[in-house]
């Protein structure tokens, strides 16, 4: 089924993003589309390679445009440290830094309160780290505070097409009421993230989706994040190590159409791009996709994922998508054995793998 | 393949000349002075080569020194195609070399008619049979003699009778395999000139040589390959070079390989010399530096050889005044190119501020950079 559904902006103001699905996929809740961000059109389901230190390894940027890269990501902390975030500004933002002239998303610089969660200490005011860099550019040992104001300032600089907020991450398999903090800590620090944001115009604030691996805390961290005026959303705290039924089952409820065989509104709206991020391997991707997301990063090798969008792109746009999945696991698991997670997320939209194949035989 | 002298300078000994007649790439040829482009194991180093074609679309003649490449020697056995097909190179020029210009070899390890070629697992020993094997194997369209070259401003009278008695001994050995080799035929041969840096010993070698059927010859022994060369004194080198090139017909392309120094190589070709390598340029890579000399490639083509090649006294006063080494503070926020008005694609689109922080964060690109 082929659609128009434009985002545009309301007003005379030009929108940092407008995002048009072109083609849904008749049975899952798959869609192709194009968003429209200030650098570049970019097609979506995209992969997004991840350039950490303003450089794709070794990439020249003539060579990502010949790959038909549309979109790439910098990573906020690194650059913030290296080259720093002065340079940068008299260089006129990352674009111009690493002659890259598509689009950009720049994380938050959160996600390494994770990866260096010994270097770091958690409080309402924001995140403290010890520097890790033992270099000429910074002092080994030094103490930063990054909050949400200054994550936004910083991001604010480097001038990406989409910025990140400041969320509190918490181990993907934590539970407990540290779970509970985060995920209102999360709401909160987007309300300040939004408020420091001087760019609005140039610039898209994504939310980050908390809650955890609990069911409750995600709806409820999803339905916060939906009611602000933003331009698209991002799934977190996932990809770290949780088992893929909870996995899926946290992207599936943030993104469903139906419950328990009723009609619902997606908790975040269809009409604005979806990111899950840290994805990942291409099994995942299919999936994520069939369950209605837009958006994906991983250092997965890159080249893999770009075809894979491609593919999957097109056979939104030729609805033959659930063909196309099912052709994909076949590949994937020629013993025909998938995994229970594969059936069920699929299954839960309409795509049914060991029906259709038993069909087709 | 032919090397055709086109003009010779009133003033000067430079000469420029035309490379022609490949058998392989009977459409291209290449004029002189020429600079082949340094290779290891088959690639530019830190250039992949779709970004070789950003740096230029032209074909070039591509040096592939043997320490790097030894050991595509059996695989090449097993197939009919030479190195520039394995190294995916087929529309470039191959010219084989026995020793790497860019890495110092050990000295010691050479015997009377072995020479020790210096690869990633070790020291391989080869001998003009094995090295004439190889040759055939890769079908180069120039390559080498083998020769022991391992003289250098220091040697000793003994070691350079040694070098000489046992090149000579080499060289008529591959010779004679040359002349018989059917895989071969086609290829250009360039002889080894040793004598280290004694005048009388390099003269009467040369004239040893200069009968034979080559098709052009190194001036080989002068040095041992390190990046220090660029520092060598010129004087010491000069009536070596003088000296030699005499001994040869007109016709015989004269090639000085090693990290001269851009000032030095524009005195070797005042003094005749015809081909040089790129080990330059990437001994400035690997230290993080750039050059930043005003050149334009037209004006040097173009040149009426009439004119001095323009060596000014400012040029040559100041050491290093044509580098710059990018991972200095100083350029961290130096948003201009690496040199301006340059129309390379690292100076049109980068700035020397990118490339210090990307020296600074250990990316692959930084060289990348460098090296174009």
Redo the contacts between chains.
Sequence with gaps: MVLETDMSAKGCVKSALNFTILAECRKSNARTGIMKLPHFDVDTPVFMPVGTQGSMKGILPEQLEELDYQIILGNTYHLGTRPGIDVIEKAGGLHKFMNWNRALLTDSGGFQMVSLLKLADITEEGVKFISPYNDMSSDPGKECMLTPEHSIEIQNVIGADIIMQLDDVVKTTTVGPRVEEATHRTSRWLDRCLKAHAHPERQNIFPIVQGGLDPNLRSLSAKMHAEREVNGYAIGGLSGGECKEDFWNMVHLCTKRKDEGKDVQPLLPKEKPRYVMGVGFAVDIVVCCALGVDMFDCVFPTRTAMRLMKSIRESIKADTFPEFVVGFMKCAHPSGEYPKWVLDSLSAVNIHLQKEEAGAS | MKFVIDTISNSSLSRIGTLKNFHRLPQISFETPILFMYSKGGCIPHLTH??LQ?VSKEYQAIQVPLPSTISCHHPLTKSQEGIADFIGMREYLVYCSVQDPAIPSPAGYNTMDKVSIWCKSGKEHVDSDRYMDIMEAFKPDIYQCLGDGETNVDSTNKRIQKSIKRSLHMFHRCLERHKKSEALKNSAFIALLQGGYDVEERVNYAKEIAGSPIDGFVIDGLHDNSPGVEFFDFDKVKPIVTESVKEFPEDKLRIVHGCWSPETVLKLVELGIDAFDSSFPFAVTERGAALTFPYKASDVCDADVNHKVPVTEDFVKEEHSYEINLGD?KY??D?QPILKDCQC?CCK???R??I???L??K???AR??LMM
Excluded: R
């Design positions: 779709d970004v950003y503070s961290t926020e948003f694609l689109k980068h700035t501020a990118y210090n922080h990307l600074l964060s990316e692959l690109l990348v950079l």
